[in-house]
């Protein structure tokens, strides 16, 4: 089975912050994406990469910046937490079918 | 882009009753078609998918059908358990064009059965 592993549960960051979200999958997916879940919004995109070096803006990607070096890792970036960026990430990779990340859940003071 | 608009929740249930979610959906094409769970303090699973119109999903009971007629792909269970207590997302994806298969997601629906 496809792991993908997010490198924190929980993470509480103070406004203004530089933050990096840290996705690891352990099989060679080249699509990979990033979420953020909303109560009442459900997951809305905010980036997504279909190669190294590659990426494109979803539909929120205002505030955030991704990075992907290496065909297995993933990051998503915070230049400068705000407290509307408090939310649960989550990350994906998907080939045949979708595998996500079991989330983080940032909270921005 | 795509949407999906889904039954706005929360939803109670006594054990053993039955369950609908509804989900409709606007896409361009010929999307796919999700429903996910997700259980307290865990990530998104997969529950079931179709890829068609007419074809039916389903896994632990659930089912729902892929309806292209209506758009619609509503989330029904015969007799829900308390174990089924979760958040459900029903999903769209459309797999052709430059979206490299982005999943757009309902708002979902937060499910409580009690015994």
């Known amino acids: 089975d496809v792991k993908v592993t997010q490198s924190s549960r929980y993470l509480v960051k103070r406004t203004g912050e530089k933050v990096f979200l840290e996705c690891v999958q352990d099989m060679d997916h080249e699509n990979m994406f990033w979420y953020r879940q909303d109560p009442g919004l459900g997951l809305r995109l905010i980036y997504f990469?279909?190669?190294?070096?590659?990426?494109e803006k979803g539909d929120i990607p205002e505030g955030y910046s991704v990075s992907r070096e290496k065909k297995e890792r993933f990051s998503l970036i915070l230049e400068s937490a705000s407290t509307n960026q408090t939310s649960m990430y989550l990350c994906?990779?998907?080939?045949?079918?979708?595998?996500f990340g079991s989330g983080t859940r940032l909270t921005v003071v | 882009g795509d949407s999906v608009t889904q039954m706005e929740g929360p939803v109670t249930l006594s054990e053993e009753a039955f369950l609908t979610i509804n989900c409709t959906y606007t896409?361009?094409?010929?999307?796919?078609l999700f429903w996910y769970v997700q259980y307290p303090g865990e990530g998104l699973q997969l529950l079931l998918k179709?890829?068609?119109?007419?074809d039916k999903g389903s896994n632990k009971g659930f089912e729902a059908t892929y309806r292209k007629e209506t758009t619609s792909f509503h989330l029904e269970k015969g007799s829900v358990q308390v174990s089924d207590s979760a958040v459900y997302f029903c999903?769209?994806?459309?797999?052709?064009?430059?979206?490299?298969?982005?999943?757009?997601f309902g708002q979902g629906t937060i499910l409580t059965v009690h015994p």
């Open positions: 994906a990779t998907l080939l045949y079918g979708y595998t």
């Open positions: 990469s279909y190669d190294v070096k590659m990426k």
């Open positions: 999903a769209v994806a459309n797999a052709g064009g430059t979206s490299y298969g982005k999943l757009t």
């Open positions: 896409a361009t094409g010929y999307p796919s």
């Open positions: 179709a890829t068609k119109a007419d």
